[in-house]
């Protein structure tokens, strides 16, 4: 496959992945009476990365942008972190419902910073609970954002 020809089949994919965002969003409501509703940003989100699909796919099929012939690919220590926080994300996506907010961010604070390379118990103690517990009570009390609590209450 030539590169130009990748960059379309590219510039398609973003364009359904847009289409999909801009079609599920239309399902919730785009405003309600203190503001932005729950399908405002993935709606205008859905619209422009649409537009701008259309614009990269016109100019890559026409030739007028210039297309890089060689795809760039991550190192392997630069994969190897990227590969683990995918994984990190599928598993506290895994256990999110069952272990609640509060203790799947904090397991994937802990994952992610030990996996990252910081070695500091401290730092990635303090990261962990203020990442978790902190950033529940912003979001459940403040923002009233209903959040999931788990089977364990915490």
Do not use: H
């Not at 989100?45 to 060689?70: K, M, N």
């Not at 994984?87 to 996506?93: F, K, P, Y």
């Not at 907010?101 to 030990?114: E, H, K």
């Amino acid at each position: 496959m030539t590169p130009g020809r990748a960059w379309q089949v590219a510039s398609v994919a973003f364009l359904a992945l847009c289409a999909f965002a801009l079609v599920e969003s239309l399902q919730l409501s785009l405003g309600d009476p203190l503001g932005p509703g729950p399908g405002f940003f993935p709606f205008w989100l859905g619209l422009i990365g649409g537009a701008l699909a259309v614009a990269l796919l016109v100019q890559v099929s026409l030739g007028r942008a210039e297309v890089p012939r060689t795809i760039v690919v991550p190192e392997r220590p630069a994969a190897r972190r990227v590969g683990l926080v995918l994984l990190g994300l599928g598993g506290a996506a895994a256990l999110l419902e069952p272990l609640g907010f509060r203790l799947t961010l904090a397991l994937f604070n802990v994952y992610l910073l030990t996996g990252l390379g910081v070695r500091n118990p401290w730092v990635t103690a303090v990261f962990a609970l203020a990442g978790s517990f902190g950033v529940f009570y912003v979001f459940y009390q403040w923002l009233k954002v209903p959040l999931p609590i788990g089977a364990l209450g915490l």
